[in-house]
């Protein structure tokens, strides 16, 4: 079974009254912080982490409410707001005694990051997005029909009660539906890898349903009041994407613009999981983006 990324400590780290991040730290150098998507854990980063800790503190956080860090119950819709969990991630960068960091967010670690950058641009000294767009902007593209591939944030925008049941009751089935229909690579998520994130998951519904539920509610307000007072992402931004647009009919990079001073978008044609699936590729923009 894998239990971690090689060559790297985990750690249990408090954050937030009640919240301890479960960390994987590596390497030695200027820190680069790496978050994780849905429905994974920290050891999505198990190709890139290692290959980036030749030079870098290399900071590999479960975000809260997934994998094995804490999972609160959401006492209100800021619990698992992304500026609640960008400011777990400003603390656990304290606490391990780096400043300034690299941040690197893909799918749901991406939102967590995004909102890092605009909370907190005196600590992000890059910013690396994978595959998503602004929380604001994903609810505006997406319509009609083609709005089908997002049904996830349907549901789990609904109150609380059914969606939690709902997807309890087949977890397994259900988070492993995105594993298999995000990928282009199925085998670039090994047997071993996939059963952890099931179990993860299944662990983990309410918390990672509140998350996505904060999306829809809390998370758009504060990206709307960011947009209305013109603030924007004042560091160097990578963004790498599927060819979104292209189905969903929009200008990806054209939509980014707005957020961000300093832009470098890409289209992969890696699948969703393209840490996993273009490990090297992503290493090679990450590094690229920190000589910016």
């Known amino acids: 079974m ?15 009254d009640g919240v301890r991040l479960h960390t994987a730290v590596g390497g030695e150098g200027p820190a680069v912080v ?4 849905f429905p994974q854990t920290h050891l999505m980063w198990r190709h890139v982490a290692p290959a980036l800790a030749g030079h870098h503190t ?21 619990t698992y707001s992304k500026r609640t969990m960008a400011t777990d991630i400003i603390r656990l960068a304290d606490t391990l005694g780096h400043d300034r960091f690299t941040l690197v967010g893909h799918d749901r670690g991406a939102h967590v990051a995004f909102r890092a950058g605009l909370d907190h641009p005196d600590r992000i000294s890059h910013l690396a ?14 319509h009609g ?27 397994d089935a259900f988070f492993g539906h995105f594993l298999d229909a995000w990928s282009a690579s199925p085998d670039a998520i090994p047997a071993d890898v996939r059963a952890a994130y099931l179990r993860a998951s299944r662990n983990a519904v ?15 307000t504060h990206d709307q009041a960011d947009l209305d007072a013109g603030n924007r992402l004042t560091m160097p931004v990578t963004v790498v994407q599927q060819d979104w647009g292209r189905h969903l009919d929009f200008d990806a990079a054209a939509t980014w613009r707005p957020w961000t001073d300093d832009l470098q978008h890409f289209t992969t044609q890696a699948g969703h999981f393209m840490a ?17």
Not at 58 to 78: F, H, N, Q, T, W
Not at 133 to 141: E, F, G, I, Y
Not at 206 to 220: E, F, H, K, L, M
Not at 276 to 292: G, H, N, V
């Open 129 to 142: 997005i994978l595959d998503i767009l602004p929380t604001l902007d994903t609810w505006n593209v997406l």
């Open 2 to 16: 894998n239990t971690g990324i090689p060559g790297f400590e985990t750690r249990q780290i408090d954050v937030a």
């Open 145 to 171: 029909t083609s709005a089908a591939v997002a049904f996830h944030l349907y549901l789990m925008a609904q109150p609380p009660g059914l969606p939690e049941q709902m997807i309890a009751a087949t977890a």
């Open 58 to 78: 290399v900071i590999c956080p479960d975000l809260r409410g997934y994998g094995s860090s804490s999972k609160p119950e959401a006492a209100g819709e800021d």
């Open 34 to 37: 790496l978050l994780h998507g």
């Open 206 to 220: 309410p918390s990672i349903v509140a998350d996505y539920r904060a999306t829809a509610t809390i998370d758009v």
């Open 276 to 292: 996993e699936e273009a490990p090297e590729d992503i290493t090679t923009l990450i590094l690229d983006l920190m000589k910016r």
